[in-house]
């Protein structure tokens, strides 16, 4: 049997982009031979996934999953939409979100998550994909969220399937109350945080730097009224309360009751319930957030075929 080295298998990976263990595989079965190994890979269909690893990924889903006191929410990318609809696509899609809870919402370890289902790691599994369905696809972000006593409570909007949608939040309530009640109370909240997508949670954890720059901009927009300097800094006050409305959760008005503010619906729910209720958290994940689509240009595409 012959000998493969380590610098085989990287001059592979590097020639073909399949995983590390495909790489060694295919060399293992070509006897060491590089170009032989690249065939075989292309016939498994795990060379092409390298080549459409270049292509931009920006639809795909959002998923969640809560088990017992933790929550965990993921984003998996793809190209187009349509592959967004795939069976296989969708449960990966759902499984991911399983993986994240139990590798604690880290990406890398996620990766190597050994997968019951198809005895491959996690990302041997999208790999695999990637060449059944033909589309690029990447298993972006994830993340959790825990309570020591309480809920953690989830929602999934324009939801494609059971807890698969466009946007994913989270919502953890610290609390001894009913679990029931605070489910409720949980869920009423992150549809709230899915429509008005804040900032941060509370006052307290404003970006000082970030009130430093409203109040720069305020203060300027006030001066440019003429008004005296006691009215410009009432009037820079009143502004960033404004500013605190529209960007932090526990502030905002609450999108089912607009009377009464996040933080005041939090506080009747707990003179309610008889135990006091703390919003210790929340994660809003948002379908391709931050990602730049590619614009197609169709006409573009078709002269360049012609040209080929």
């Known amino acids: 049997m012959t000998e493969i080295t380590a610098a085989q298998v990287k001059e592979l990976r590097e020639t073909t982009g399949a995983g590390m263990l495909d790489c060694k595989k295919a060399l293992v079965e070509a006897n060491g031979n590089m170009d032989e190994a690249v065939d075989w890979l292309r016939k498994k269909g795990l060379a ?21 006191n933790t929550g965990a929410v993921v984003e998996v990318n793809s190209e187009t939409d349509f592959v967004a609809k795939n069976e296989i696509f969708q449960e990966y899609v759902a499984d991911a979100a399983i993986v994240a809870l139990k590798s604690n919402g880290e990406v890398c370890d996620m990766k190597t998550f050994n997968c019951p289902k ?5 990302e041997e599994r999208l790999t695999d994909m990637i060449a059944k369905i033909g589309e690029n696809m990447n298993l972006r972000r994830a993340a ?5 006593d309480g809920v953690v409570a989830s ?3 324009s939801a494609a ?4 949608g466009k946007i994913g939040v989270l919502v953890a309530l610290e609390s001894t109350a009913d679990k029931a009640k605070l489910q409720e109370l949980g869920k009423h909240i992150a549809m709230h945080v899915a429509a008005t ?3 941060f949670l509370n006052v307290e954890g404003v970006d000082p730097a970030a009130v430093a720059h409203e109040k720069s901009i305020f203060a300027e927009q006030a001066k440019a009224s003429g008004k005296p300097e006691n009215i410009i800094e009432k009037m820079v006050e009143g502004r960033v309360r404004k500013y ?6 526990e502030e905002q008005a609450f999108i089912m009751d607009p009377d009464k503010k996040i933080k005041q619906v939090v506080a009747d729910t707990a003179k309610e319930l008889g135990a006091d209720i703390k919003l210790a958290g929340y994660v809003r994940f948002k379908l391709g957030e931050g990602l730049q689509k590619k614009e197609e ?12």
């Open 48 to 68: 092409s996934a390298a080549k459409k690893a270049s292509r931009i990924a920006a639809e795909g889903l959002v998923s969640v999953y809560v088990e017992g």
């Open 118 to 122: 198809c005895g491959k790691t996690f």
């Open 144 to 148: 959790t969220l825990s309570v020591n």
């Open 155 to 157: 929602y999934i909007h």
């Open 161 to 164: 399937g059971a807890n698969i």
């Open 197 to 199: 997508s804040p900032l």
């Open 244 to 249: 605190y409305e529209e960007v932090v959760l």
């Open 297 to 308: 240009d169709f006409a573009a595409e078709v002269a360049s075929q012609l040209n080929k």
